[in-house]
């Protein structure tokens, strides 16, 4: 059986820029133990990354400028997005999109709150799953603790109104609870039961950051049988074969 | 800013069936004080207000013949699927509904698993709101606390491998939380940011829920802020209508 979880918000940490060890200020500001799942906002690892981008510098292609009107959006974000995209899911009154990185979700994840700088937004990071596993070795260096990281970003679902953090990286942790072909109590086999356990700590993470406050960091501490000596295979796992997906 | 959350297994229920006041037995087990969310499974909702079908009495029609043969289903299962149902999404591999009662999800979300008896089935509660709403007030009744009551159930999502829990009912809380208008602390206005808190604290209940031990009741303390005196709008707020939704 498991025991109690705990959510506990990181306060204290600095504003984040390009370049900054971001592990590292995580492992200063957390009192960390050895199986805490570390649950980030995408925000600040794409900030550290340097993921920012002025529309100014932006020269939308026809392409851009064509899909920007039908969807009343500025031509140079839409351009942006397009350099995100491996492929279009939708462009009726939102554009959905799969990024190079195989996430499905609208406008490539690309934000615009919460940035500095009205012109500024913030892509996504170029690979979610390699910054968990960078973040993971530096908070590992830094703080001595075997941690799982998750990179959390908040996605819009079809059929539910509403966002809900879910995990876009992740390292240390198997992000898919495999249920199938065990049994439950009364002896029956469990046979379509996959538990998304990386995108259910992502979403109870958000549960504690405040988003007006800047309090991007949870430490959810009580799983750490989910904590893996691996990085194993990321949030990758999370994404849904094109082929196998009756959405697209 | 937020403190901290704790997610609390609720163990020591008893097996649950048809007719049982579900809320004062979890009022008796669970240590409860006013603020608390209360995060129930849906399983023993339904199996409380006497869901529970048997394959043996159902009489399948030809169009249930019809869809089970190209879905490999039972017929006798897709007949009652097709009594839950208000529109099909999909009948190709996976059979997606709306229910009555206005969700998206596979199979009207009927189980099979953990029900005692190998020919039974498990409906879910014929409106999960009104449920939510009859427990707390139960449990208020029985405990003197004021809480908010989630019904929740696993469901599986377009795009992403894996189930999470969602809301299916709530009742004491506002599962919305609505950040458009409001400012980021840059003094920008957060255009499109509606969280489906109740959704979240579905997924956080089910990191301390065992499938396999059965323990299908989670308190979840230090969000008293969310706990309001009405029953409010109930899950039914987050669903979206067909006509916004581009993938109905």
Chains 1, 2 share one sequence.
Do not use: Y
């Not at 984040?16 to 906002?41: F, M, Q, S, T």
């Amino acid at each position: 059986m498991t025991g109690p979880v705990e959510l506990l918000p990181v306060p204290g940490l600095p504003e984040i820029g390009p370049g900054d060890r971001l592990g590292e200020l995580i492992a200063a500001a957390a009192e960390l133990r050895d199986g805490d799942v570390v649950v980030i906002a995408q925000k600040i690892v794409s900030k550290a990354e340097g993921r920012q981008r002025r529309l100014a510098d932006v020269a939308p292609s026809p392409r851009a400028r064509e899909l920007a009107a039908g969807l009343d959006k500025d031509p140079r974000l839409v351009e942006l997005i397009l350099g995100e995209t491996r492929a279009i899911v939708r462009d009726e009154r939102v554009l959905i999109v799969e990024t190079a990185s195989g996430l499905v979700c609208a406008n490539a994840g690309i934000d615009s709150s919460n940035v500095p700088g009205a012109d500024e937004v913030l892509l996504l990071p170029a690979d979610p799953d390699n910054s968990a596993r960078r973040l993971r070795a530096e908070i590992a260096a830094a703080s001595g603790c075997r941690v799982a990281v998750i990179v959390a970003d908040s996605f819009g679902r079809p059929w539910r109104i509403g966002q809900t953090d879910v995990a876009i990286g992740c390292a240390g942790i198997d992000p898919l609870d495999d249920w199938r072909g065990r049994s439950d109590r009364d002896g029956r086999q469990l046979v379509a039961t996959e538990i998304a356990l990386a995108d259910e700590l992502a979403a109870a993470a958000d549960l504690v950051r405040d988003k007006a406050a800047g309090v991007p960091v949870t430490v959810a501490r009580g799983r750490s049988d989910l904590v893996t000596a691996a990085d194993g295979p990321g949030a990758a796992a999370l994404r849904r074969d094109r082929a196998d997906d009756l959405f697209r």
